[in-house]
């Protein structure tokens, strides 16, 4: 099940662009060998439990108009029930994207939020994703199917699992460690949803791909 929206007129007017060619306009996934990070920060809704939700949020820079194809995120799942099959990773109840434009370099007006089931997604598994039981390294990817169309500028993007907190797992998204991704600019941020003012600096590039 797909569910999207265009939220702002922006959007709307974006949608009688021309598009690019298709290239990673964000890359900090890299290599398989570079994806397996000993270090990561919290990416989950929990509908059950607002105030323990947290939000990652990643930019990019279009230079030219573009059609956006997909994002996709290295996750990482713990926890007594962590996925540890395609098929499971792909029975997560539901994924939401927004994309915010730049507002003073943090995340702005949101201009586009797509919902997708887990069904939806197309999950590969890099090397070594499972580590004793407990832990699944993933990447998960949501395509738009051409629904988003952006003029160039500065954007703002979060790719988050929404799941209840009973679930017996949580969700986190790694940090880029590879040096030939783009944009090194250590320029990603943790935000609350249900405090909407607050975006704590991670001081990290995130592992998300846009392609468009």
């Not at 598994?125 to 949501?142: C, D, E, L, Q, S």
């Not at 979060?158 to 320029?187: K, Y």
């Amino acid at each position: 099940m797909r569910n999207f929206r265009h939220l702002t007129a922006f959007a709307a007017a974006a949608l009688a662009l021309p598009s690019a060619h298709a290239v990673l306009v964000h890359n900090q996934i890299g290599p398989v060998a570079t994806i397996s990070s000993t270090q990561w920060v919290p990416n989950q809704i929990f509908p059950d439990v607002p105030p323990a939700s947290m939000v990652a949020e990643e930019d990019f820079t279009l230079s030219v108009s573009a059609s956006i194809n997909y994002f996709e995120a290295h996750v990482r799942a713990t926890g007594a029930n962590s996925p540890m099959s395609i098929a499971a990773w792909q029975s997560i109840p539901t994924w939401q994207v927004d994309l915010c434009v730049d507002q003073f370099g943090q995340p702005g007006t949101i201009v586009y939020s797509l919902i997708v089931t887990g069904s939806s997604t197309q999950v590969t598994f890099p090397v070594m994703p499972n580590f004793a039981g407990v832990t699944t390294n993933a990447k998960v990817r949501i395509n738009t199917n051409g629904t988003l169309f952006l003029a160039p500028g500065t954007y703002w993007f979060r790719m988050t699992p929404v799941e209840v907190s009973t679930s017996g797992r949580t969700f986190h998204i790694s940090r880029s460690n590879w040096g030939g991704g783009f944009p090194n600019n250590g320029n990603a941020y943790l935000w609350d949803p249900f405090n909407t003012s607050t975006h704590t600096p991670t001081g990290w590039d995130l592992a998300f791909d846009v392609d468009g």
